[in-house]
T-cell receptor, first 113, second 113 residues
Framework: GDSVTQMEGPVTLSEEAFLTINCTYT??????LFWYVQYPGEGLQLLLK?????DKGSNKGFEATYRKETTSFHLEKGSVQVSDSAVYFC????????????FGPGTSLSVIP | DGGITQSPKYLFRKEGQNVTLSCEQN?????MYWYRQDPGQGLRLIYY???????QKGDIAEGYSVSREKKESFPLTVTSAQKNPTAFYLC????????????FGEGSRLTVL
């Protein structure tokens, strides 16, 4: 069935380090792909998205490229900050009879000064 | 500002009691959702509604009930039949039509004493 897989962490990085969080998916066709972020004690908010293969989504210094050949959507940031500490979820909407979104398990990121 | 409001933010319940979590949106979205989030886990869909007066079970509907009498409102009742109700509950909405982009509230944390 349809699924989204991502590295689960937790991930701990020093400030200004490079970040990569892997995400792969299995689905019928090539759905849009999303990264959501959840700051402590809050709901999720959309970080970035890509609507078709080879698209690059970007926001707040984060980037992710929709790789059709590897069915991947890895999240990257060149220089993380303490304020980036959060849980990151990869997600994909499925082509079903309703607007169902499949979420990965989330990756907890802690950035230390 | 448009958004989703969940209340209460924190709720304590004794075993055997029903509790209702409120979710209101002013985004004029047709679709609304309830997710459950447990520590270190991803999001699991409880119920969803694509239109007023209609709702469907998600992946973990047992022990929960919902209503959708108004477009803006989608309350969730956690009944005494839910054996492990302590969790973080997230309400979301979307424009529907397969966009996959969800807008989340800030969540309600339910603790059973």
């Amino acid at each position: 069935g349809d699924s989204v897989t991502q590295m689960e962490g937790p991930v701990t990085l020093s400030e200004e380090a490079f970040l990569t969080i892997n995400c792969t998916y299995t689905a019928t066709g090539y759905p849009s792909l999303f990264w959501y972020v959840q700051y402590p004690g809050e709901g999720l908010q959309l970080l970035l998205k890509a609507t078709k293969a080879d698209d690059k989504g970007s926001n707040k210094g984060f980037e992710a490229t929709y790789r059709k050949e590897t069915t991947s959507f890895h999240l990257e940031k060149g220089s993380v900050q303490v304020s980036d500490s959060a849980v990151y979820f990869c997600a994909a909407p499925m082509k079903t009879s309703y607007d169902k979104v499949i979420f990965g398990p989330g990756t907890s990121l802690s950035v230390i000064p | 500002d448009g958004g989703i409001t969940q209340s209460p933010k924190y709720l304590f319940r004794k075993e055997g009691q029903n509790v209702t979590l409120s979710c209101e949106q002013n985004l004029n979205h047709d679709a609304m959702y309830w997710y459950r989030q447990d520590p270190g886990q991803g999001l699991r869909l409880i119920y969803y509604s694509q239109i007023v007066n209609d709702f469907q079970k998600g992946d973990i509907a047992e022990g929960y009930s919902v209503s959708r009498e108004k477009k803006e409102s989608f309350p969730l009742t956690v009944t005494s039949a839910q054996k492990n109700p302590t969790a973080f509950y997230l309400c979301a909405s979307s424009q529907g039509a397969g966009t996959g982009e969800l807008f989340f509230g800030e969540g309600s944390r339910l603790t059973v004493l």
